[in-house]
């Protein structure tokens, strides 16, 4: 009877026990490799989106030495020589600028100048709308000041706080009061083209006054409200604006400014063809501009800036 | 001993299969790939840029606790209000003020543009905000079936 009772276990034993251990061991396995895939997988970094390659840093950097400086960033096309060469110094392939040579600018716009560097920007301040956000997002000149937003217009860039700084949202011109601005370049109209002109002149002529109260002995640039490209603005936004229009309203801003003994830029001439519009291909909508275009543009604030004091 | 044995055994897999579920419900997402696979997937009507530290600061705030990663893209012309954004949140109170963060930006934007463009009022209205684990997507664009539909597959 011993024999009965033991042979069945002992059997089982023998048959089972096998199988048993590997099993357990199986599942000790599993469990340690999933630990130690827990404890080596890869720690959780911030992202920096932005790398800013040294030498570009260098390049915007305000100290004097880096101002004369031999590097020249990726997203600039002037030459290495300081020489104003309008045509050399344009990045687009496809025309030279027609609107560089001074008879196509607005009677009143300021002659080219002796060319300044990217350090000219270190102390300047761009205020305007949607068009001027883009200094900031293609990040043309990281060294300036861009106190822009898509919601500010004529109506409403003295009382609507729209601007973020640092962590308040503020006007405009608060904001301009604390950068310290020398130099102010405005560009706004261009929601206003339909408006009434003299309404929207004499509201430009009430920024002006404020901008100098808020940023007092700097130098106040008026900008140009940028041409259209009638075909896609047409389509995309109101059949009613015209070039015509827009020259109408520029060349009122400029009587504007030479009354309130402030500059007037006309950078629209950059971004004009034969025809008085805007190429297709510099616009996504018929009134914003590409990336390209923003160089453009700084390459002929450089050519029309006046020294500083 | 034979109880014993088979109660180890079960307590030992049902730990070991444990193990291995709770790792593929923390599916980790790679945000810089994720983002430009979204961005090379939906035919965006603009250019789309990556918006460093100070832009989305502006656009989010992005100052709240719990804030593990993010990546942000945004229209860089400013012709349309096209937006997206990828966050990586600590815990149930980062959603929380996330998911504020986005809706302040989508009413930022729409006081932004009702004043003077109606079209784009349309696609905010129709912006998705979505949470899946800890990541949340934010997305204004003409196509948002498709960047929804990537990111419930990338987190499958």
Request: glycine share 6%; charged share 20%.
């Amino acid at each position: 009877m011993p024999n009965l009772k033991f042979r069945p276990k002992h059997r089982r034993k023998r048959r089972g026990a096998p199988i048993l251990v590997g099993v357990l061991c199986a599942a000790v396995f599993s469990a340690a490799a999933a630990g130690i895939w827990q404890l080596n997988s890869t720690p959780v970094q911030a992202l920096k989106p932005l790398e800013l390659d040294p030498s570009v840093v260098a390049a915007f950097s305000s100290s004097p030495q880096a101002v004369a400086i031999q590097a020249i960033p990726s997203s600039e096309p002037e030459p290495s020589s300081q020489e104003p060469l309008p045509e050399e110094a344009s990045s687009e392939p496809a025309q030279s600028a027609s609107g560089q040579s001074e008879s196509a600018q607005t009677p009143g716009a300021l002659e080219e100048q002796p060319r300044v560097t990217s350090a000219y920007f270190d102390d300047a301040v761009f205020i305007g709308d949607s068009i001027t956000t883009g200094i900031k997002l293609y990040d043309v000149m990281s060294n300036t000041t861009v106190l822009a937003s898509t919601g500010i217009g004529l109506e409403n860039i003295l009382s609507k706080p729209a601007i973020k700084y640092g962590e308040e949202t503020l006007t405009a011109m608060q904001a301009l009061a604390k950068t310290g601005a020398r130099k102010v370049y405005i560009m706004l109209g261009a929601n206003s083209i339909l408006g009434d002109h003299d309404t929207m002149v004499g509201l430009y002529g009430n920024l002006i006054d404020e901008v100098r109260r808020n940023a007092p002995d700097s130098i106040i640039y008026v900008q140009s409200v940028l041409p259209i490209n009638e075909e896609i603005f047409h389509v995309k936004y109101n059949p009613n604006t015209d070039n015509s229009d827009i020259m109408d309203f520029n060349t009122k801003l400029a009587a504007l400014a030479a009354e309130k003994q402030v500059y007037y830029l006309d950078v629209g001439s950059v971004f004009r063809d034969e025809t008085g519009g805007m190429p297709a291909d510099y616009t996504p909508d018929g009134m914003h501009i590409n990336s390209a275009q923003y160089i453009m543009w700084f390459d002929y604030l450089k050519t029309h800036a006046i020294a500083a004091e | 001993m034979k109880k014993l044995a088979v109660f180890a055994l079960c307590t030992l897999m049902i730990l070991s299969l444990t193990a291995c579920g709770s790792k593929s419900e923390a599916k980790e997402l790679d945000l810089d790939a994720f983002a430009k696979q979204v961005i090379d997937a939906v035919e965006y009507d603009d250019d789309m840029v990556q918006l460093n530290e100070q832009i989305a600061s502006e656009y989010y705030g992005l100052s709240f606790d719990g804030l593990e990663q993010w990546v942000a893209y945004g229209s860089g012309t400013a012709a349309t209000t096209n937006e997206l954004m990828l966050m990586r949140l600590k815990d149930d109170a980062a959603v929380s003020a996330a998911k504020e963060a986005v809706q302040k930006r989508i009413e930022d934007q729409t006081s932004n543009y009702e004043g003077y463009r109606p079209d784009e009022l349309f696609r905010l209205e129709n912006a998705v905000v979505e949470v899946r684990g800890s990541y949340l997507l934010f997305s204004i664009s003409p196509d948002n079936d498709t960047v929804t539909k990537l990111f419930e597959d990338a987190l499958k």
